[in-house]
């Protein structure tokens, strides 16, 4: 790969708009899929929801949501990688949303196990989880930007909960605004979109605004999880990310994959996703 992470991905969002489609094998969606809650009705879910994102525009990246392969123990895992290889035949980006985070030392096992060339999990970009310290991430942070790879970090995220770590601290100097302004130091230089990005729920966008934080100025990409099955609203999200709107990301799960098996039904529910976050 020759571009950055971020270069890639503001291509791909150029192209297909804003959606970024998760893969979440839910046991209540495998049944109702027709298919049994094993390994093998987990890579028949998937195996459609990659052919669905490859076979229309709209998908700027999947984003396999790792506990529900994790659920399966290693058969799981080779589902994933099965998953995360079709996506990569397919030149679809992948975010595994595995939420890792650690010391430092050991940090770097992770890293290895998703962002380094030849792992059989790599992918595109991972998401991290800040909370043992911003750079306890380092060894993936740099791993993913010396193999033009990304991570999201995660700052507000979309479920109400997150508020009682991530709004602690002064007034205008909360957890959440420090690690906003770790990844804008990461970024700095960076002349097209930056590789590290952050994760702010698309539920929450005005948090960030009522705690002062500048996400347009961090250079971020922003993956917005919520829309859909969550209660975020296209004109709500475009309107509360406000001048940050065109670096953000938008998940969508279980909105989307409740209209399958068919794939025309899920192509046609994909297009209907990127019309309404990109039409004002
Ligand atoms: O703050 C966060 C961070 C991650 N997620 C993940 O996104 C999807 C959302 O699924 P929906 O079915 O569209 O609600 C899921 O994998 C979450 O773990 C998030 O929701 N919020």
């Given at each position: 790969m020759s571009q950055t992470f971020g270069t890639r991905l503001a291509q791909a969002m150029a192209h297909h708009g804003p959606l970024c489609l998760g893969i979440d094998p839910h046991r209540h969606l495998l049944h109702d899929w027709g298919?049994?809650?094993?390994p093998a009705g987990l890579s028949t879910f998937s195996k459609t929801v990659v052919e669905a994102a490859a076979e229309t525009?709209?998908?700027a990246a999947l984003k396999p949501q790792v506990a529900l392969y994790e659920r399966f123990g290693s058969a799981g895992f080779a589902v994933l990688e099965e998953t995360l290889q079709l996506a990569h035949q397919a030149d679809i980006l992948t975010i595994a949303d595995a939420k890792r985070g650690d010391i430092g030392s050991t940090m770097q096992g992770y890293a290895q196990a998703w962002?380094?060339?030849?792992?059989?999990?790599?992918?595109d970009a991972v998401t991290l989880s800040?909370?043992?310290?911003?750079?306890?991430l380092r060894p993936a942070i740099d791993l993913a930007l010396a193999h033009q790879r990304g991570v999201f970090i995660l700052a507000?995220?979309?479920?109400?909960?997150g508020a009682s770590v991530q709004?602690?601290?002064a007034e205008n100097d909360s957890v959440a605004k420090r690690v906003v302004e770790a990844a804008a130091r990461d970024n700095?230089?960076?002349?097209?979109?930056?590789?590290v990005g952050l994760v702010v729920g698309a539920t929450v966008p005005a948090q960030a605004a009522a705690l002062g934080i500048d996400l347009a100025g961090a250079n971020a990409p922003i993956l917005a999880p919520g829309y859909g099955s969550q209660g975020a609203e296209a004109k709500s999200i475009r309107d509360g990310f406000g001048e940050a709107w065109p670096n953000v990301l938008v998940n969508s799960s279980r909105g989307i994959l409740q209209?399958?098996?068919n794939l025309g039904d899920l192509k046609l529910a994909i297009g209907d996703a990127r019309k309404d976050l990109i039409v004002k």
């Open positions: 298919l049994n809650d094993t525009t709209g998908v962002l380094a060339d030849g792992s059989s999990l790599v992918a800040p909370y043992l310290g911003y750079e306890s507000l995220t979309s479920n109400p909960e709004h602690l601290g700095r230089g960076d002349e097209t979109l930056g590789s209209h399958g098996p």
